[in-house]
């Protein structure tokens, strides 16, 4: 008990105004930049290597999807590296004719996907069709060339990513291809042409094959949405529903194009050795021009209060783990901040409650985590917490005592001690994060797209500092509780037909 | 028959157009814009009284320092009877409390500050990261140093480490690309090799405590150890603490174990490992080559041609762009202390999984009788890969932990350097010429992860397929 005094006493809170006297505070680095057309960049010129980091993020994902269009968002993401009118093909004018071509038939097929006729005789010939034209198409394609123009240039990390609530671009540099990037990326976001569309589609079918059909936590987790959301946009998978996947056609991909990609909907960071003012008249050159359309349409909340707890057991030859969420509300709301901390004092490091009581004393769980913010962060979300089970123990033992643990945040007070320790990690990992110019890009766009100002990094800490073991026993009353529960548990099938446990 | 000569013609046709004049002349006029002189971060090395080396960058933007360590250690040092020693050690290492202070303790007072404490083993090295505020560092290198320095490994911890690495063990079965990953080396070199070997959980439960404190008695000295530090910090004054916090851990006296050559034993197969699912899993290849070949930078350059960028390989190419077969898929040519692994990797579904492997199998052959392989893409090669040393430059961390592996590695302290000026030399010639010289296409050893009874048939006219059991834990 001495050693745990002393360092209660020994133990300040650390805060990001604490070093502002040596180095300069994150306010004053980031230069907030507005383009006439809407679009926005965060600028942090920093000194070190001669490289930056540029990212976009559109604020569009799988919650902007409809219904039977699953996937839409990621698909796009993947067509965005194909090119351009210019960039990417030897004649345009007669790949476009063939391009249409390609569409008359994709469009059929389709319809016949849609109406499970997908494999008929009508389809299977236009399927050979489609080969042929494919084929005639591919002469024109200079194969890769938006890809490869990042590529040959010294891009590291080039990559992109969709979630629920984002689609996000995202590359390094070295510093004199600024200007290259500019115009690459300017081009993709207002003159993409989805060439190879219909290849690049069962690419992606190998894609959820390989992240959702044979990935026990996919398989799990893709249950697991679905059940704890019943009307919210988040109960679907970012990659998309096989069966939606296979009947999307390039001109759904460009009708949700033209709705989300418009500049007002888009967040750029360059983060590096850059030179301000030489920056922005690179970004104004190249993504001024971006044409502004309609405000996209706005997310509603239409998920309904949860009333009781939801169950659901995916049968998958795996080794067992659970997956269990409760409902709460999104940022900038208070109690999100106090989820932030919940997070870390049950599952962040060896010194939290799940890990010490699953993972170290009862022996039972291989490990566990959460996470605040499960499946985004547009909408309100859940509070997720994965165990995976060890040896002979079960989902069901982790279950319980899962659920002694919350507990005992909804009946005591969390000590002063493990609060304290709480914001400091979390603080920590925020400031761990910029030292990268990718780590801090990828922050400022992040808030930026979807808290609408990048100034939340800085809010943060101050309200955590605020939050008090008080506000945390509440919210665990008001929000860890069954009738707020969803749990869904993998295990491997029962033999003789046994069914549910 | 019309098929085919359609699709031949295309061929040509559009090999002819490679060069035809791209539509985005801003492309090249962007990339060719002249980078300024640019140096890189001058990183400081120095050599403790007991015989540690050690990176120093200073980086004073944020208040945090980062510290890596290579120790030499590893899995191929331990003895047959005892496989699992490495894996349990490094974790153990950690989590079992040093001497002075219970694990406890220690967690309660880096976690209090944010800050954070691991060690690990791989392969070929022991490893251990700190990472902490610039306040902290007093407090934590004397911490990070008892804990590599006088562990208590204690009997609970080992116990605890030995169920989580058979849970681990398990769940590997559980993915056919980590089943692939983890059998294939055995394949290739032997299920005994110190290259390959799997710990069972026999193994693993045999283990002591007693082996734990012999095996780091042996290898864990401060002469056997390369840091890398980056952030907050004056270079002098973290030089002492250095100093201060290893004064009293000794030299090593003991040489290292000798760990056997490989023996390259050519033997082409198809093995099939039974996994249910909508997708295969194949790896392709044979033995790669030395780190200490000569012809180590044409065979990067050979295989980054073949499939080391998905969006400009052949392989990328050919299984995933204008076939939609994959959507992962790339060549790796381990160049490694001892032969690497040589092998293509790709994900794909069932029925096409014999359609990928001979698409594989071709652009190997391809490559191996010099086609395929044009200036074109050399060139872009080379671009990339000189290109993207800048970036390993940010963060500085990164910049000295490579620095630091390099060192540990044996390469000279202008390695950086010479590669670029070896990479850059390299002609065609060259590389068709180790394409010829190091690449097999008739000894391919082929595992294949997946519907065993789907596949078979369509392996079968590939060749004859071993069928081998999924190990279990």
Not at chain 1, 407 to 421: A, H, P, Y
Not at chain 2, 88 to 100: E, N, Y
Not at chain 2, 365 to 380: I, M, V, W
Not at chain 2, 405 to 422: A, I, T, V
Request: with cysteine; charged share 25%.
């Amino acid at each position: 008990m001495k050693s745990f005094k002393l360092l209660a006493i020994l133990l300040p809170l650390l805060s990001l105004t604490s070093f502002s006297a040596r180095s300069e505070p994150l306010e004053a680095k980031v230069d907030f930049f507005k383009l006439p057309n809407g679009m926005s960049f965060l600028l942090v010129p920093r000194k070190g290597a001669p490289v930056f980091t540029g990212y976009i993020r559109v604020k569009v994902g799988g919650a902007d999807e409809k219904p039977g269009m699953t996937g839409i968002a990621h698909m796009l993401e993947h067509m965005a590296f194909k090119g351009t009118s210019t960039i990417g093909t030897r004649n345009e004018r007669a790949e476009k004719k063939l391009l249409a071509e390609i569409e008359k038939i994709g469009m059929r097929l389709s319809e016949l996907t849609r109406k499970d006729q997908g494999e008929n005789d009508e389809a299977k010939k236009l399927k050979a069709q489609l080969k042929l034209l494919q084929q005639q198409a591919e002469v024109f394609v200079i194969k890769d060339e938006y890809s490869r123009a990042f590529t040959k240039n010294g891009g590291t990390d080039f990559n992109a990513s969709t979630s629920k609530d984002l689609t996000s671009y995202f590359v390094e540099l070295p510093i004199h291809k600024l200007s290259l990037w500019a115009y690459l990326s300017s081009e993709a976001l207002k003159d993409p042409v989805f060439r190879e569309f219909y290849q690049e589609r069962d690419v992606v079918m190998e894609e959820r094959r390989m992240r959702v059909e044979g990935d026990p936590f996919g398989k799990n987790y893709e249950e697991f949405l679905r059940t704890a959301f019943e009307k919210s946009p988040y109960k679907d998978p970012t990659i998309g529903y096989e069966k939606d996947i296979a009947a999307l056609t390039a001109t759904d991909l460009k009708n949700f194009y033209r709705r989300y990609y418009v500049p007002q909907n888009m967040v750029g960071a360059v983060v590096g050795d850059i030179d301000l003012a030489e920056t922005k008249k690179i970004l104004l050159k190249y993504f001024g021009s971006i044409p502004r359309g309609p405000d996209p349409p706005l997310l509603k909340e239409i998920e309904p209060e949860q009333k009781e707890e939801r169950r659901t057991f995916v049968y998958f030859t795996a080794r067992p783990q659970i997956m269990m969420g409760y409902h709460k509300p999104t940022l900038p709301h208070r109690e999100d901040f106090v989820f932030d901390l919940i997070g870390e004092i049950l599952c962040e490091g060896r010194t939290s409650r799940l890990y010490q009581s699953l993972v170290e004393n009862k022996k039972i769980a291989q490990n566990i985590a959460c996470d605040n913010g499960t499946p985004g962060a547009r909408l309100d979300n859940l509070f997720f917490i994965y165990g995976s089970a060890l040896g002979v123990h079960t989902p069901q033992e982790l279950e319980a005592e899962i659920e002694k643990q919350v507990g005992m945040l909804r009946s005591t007070l969390v000590s002063k001690e493990e609060l304290d320790r709480a914001k400091n990690q979390l603080i920590f990992d925020q400031l761990s994060k910029m030292n990268s110019n990718m780590g801090l890009a990828e922050s400022l766009t992040y808030f930026q797209s979807v808290a609408g100002d990048w100034k939340y990094l800085i809010q943060h800490p101050k309200i955590l500092e605020e939050i008090t073991r008080e506000e945390i026993r509440e919210a665990a009353r008001k929000y860890l509780v069954k009738s707020n529960q969803t749990i869904s548990i993998l295990s491997v099938p029962k033999k003789n037909g046994e069914s549910r446990p | 028959m019309k098929k085919f000569f359609i699709l031949s013609f295309l061929a040509i046709f559009i090999s002819k157009a490679e060069f035809a004049w791209s539509r985005a002349p801003q492309i090249d006029s962007l990339s060719s814009i002249p980078l300024g002189p640019v140096k890189a971060p001058a990183v400081s090395i120095q050599t403790l009284s007991n015989g540690m080396k050690v990176y120093l960058l200073e980086d004073h933007e944020l208040p945090l320092i980062q510290a890596f360590a290579y120790i030499r250690a590893g899995s191929i040092y331990v003895p047959a009877d005892k496989l699992g020693l490495a894996s349990i050690l490094g974790s153990v290492l950690r989590t079992g409390g040093t001497r002075q202070k219970k694990v406890r303790e220690i967690d309660r007072l880096l976690e209090n500050k944010g800050a954070s404490i691991e060690t690990g083993m791989e392969t070929e090295y022991g490893s251990a990261s700190l990472n902490c505020l610039s306040k902290d560092a007093s407090v934590l290198f004397p911490l990070f140093f008892e804990i590599l320095s006088s562990p208590n490994f204690s009997e609970d911890q080992i116990h605890q480490a030995v169920a989580r690495k058979i849970e681990a063990l398990k769940r590997s079965n559980d993915e056919p690309e980590k089943i692939a990953v983890r059998e294939y080396p055995q394949l290739l070199y032997g299920k005994n090799s110190v290259w390959a070997r799997i710990p069972s959980s026999k193994s693993l439960l045999s283990l002591t405590r007693e082996d734990l404190q012999t095996y780091h008695r042996r290898f864990y000295h401060p002469d056997r150890l390369i840091l890398a530090i980056a952030g907050d910090f004056q270079k002098e004054e973290i030089l002492k603490l250095l100093e201060r916090s290893t004064e009293h851990w000794t030299k090593s006296s003991e040489p290292l174990p000798v760990v056997l050559p490989l023996e390259k034993k050519w033997e082409k197969g198809i093995y099939l490992m039974n996994k249910t699912g909508e997708q295969s899993t194949l790896l392709v290849g044979h033995f790669g080559e030395k780190r200490t070949n000569p012809d180590k930078f044409a065979l990067i350059l050979m295989n980054y041609m073949l499939g080391g960028d998905i969006f400009s390989s052949r392989l990328g190419e050919e299984v995933r762009s204008n076939r939609g077969l994959a959507y992962s898929i790339f060549s790796k040519f381990g160049l490694d202390t001892d032969y690497g692994l040589f092998y293509a990797m790709a994900q794909t579904k069932t029925d096409s999984t014999a359609e990928v492997i001979e698409l594989i199998e071709k652009e190997i052959r391809y490559f191996h009788e010099g086609k395929g392989l044009t200036a074109h893409s050399l060139e872009f090669a080379k671009s990339a890969i000189l290109n993207q040393l800048m970036g390993d430059w940010d963060p500085h961390f990164g910049y000295v932990k490579e620095r630091a592996r390099l060192s540990y590695f044996g390469y000279p302290e202008d390695y950086l350097d010479f590669f670029q000026k070896k990479l850059s030399g390299i002609t065609l010639a060259q590389v068709k010429e180790v394409a010829h010289r190091y690449l097999f296409p008739d000894q391919l050893k082929i595992l294949v992860v997946g519907e065993g009874a789907q596949i078979e048939a369509s392996l079968k006219k590939l060749g004859e397929v071993k069928e081998l059991p999924l190990p279990q834990f």
